[in-house]
C-alpha cells in the first residue's frame, strides 16, 4: 500500500460501512419498529399542534390537581382549594391589573 493512500473502502454493493453499530446503517434504513415510532411522534406532534390551534384546555393532572393548558408554554397547575383563592380574589387581581397597566407588560 501507498503513502498516505486511503484504507481500503468497503466494495459500492457490500460491506457495513459502521460494523460496531450492529446493524447496518444506510440514509434509506429504518426497521419497522423505528417507523412506527415516527409515525408515533408524527401524530402527537399534529395533535399538539391541533390543541395549540384551539387556544385554553384544562385538564386532570397526575397528583389530582387542576391544568390549565394554553396560556403560555408550560400548563398552570393549582389544587383545587388553590384554584378557589385565586377566584375568589378575581374582582382584585383585574383591579390590580387595571391599576398598574403601565407596569405590567402584555405578552401575545
Do not use: C
Not at 481500503?8 to 459502521?18: E, I, K, Q, R
Not at 384551539?54 to 390537581?65: H, N, P, Q, T, Y
Request: proline share 6%; glycine share 10%.
Amino acid at each position: 500500500m501507498r503513502r498516505g493512500a486511503p484504507a481500503a473502502a468497503p466494495s459500492p454493493g457490500g460491506g457495513d460501512p459502521f460494523p460496531w453499530l450492529g446493524r447496518s446503517v444506510t440514509p434509506h434504513h429504518v426497521d419497522d419498529q423505528e417507523r412506527a415510532e415516527f409515525e408515533r411522534l408524527r401524530a402527537e406532534n399534529q395533535r399538539l399542534k391541533r390543541t395549540a390551534s384551539r387556544g385554553i384546555s384544562l385538564k386532570v393532572s397526575e397528583k389530582g390537581a387542576l391544568s390549565v393548558y394554553g396560556l403560555g408554554r408550560f400548563p398552570v397547575t393549582l389544587y383545587q382549594e388553590q384554584w378557589t383563592k385565586l377566584l375568589d380574589m378575581a374582582d382584585e387581581i383585574r383591579a390590580f391589573i387595571r391599576d398598574n397597566a403601565g407596569a405590567l407588560k402584555v405578552k401575545a
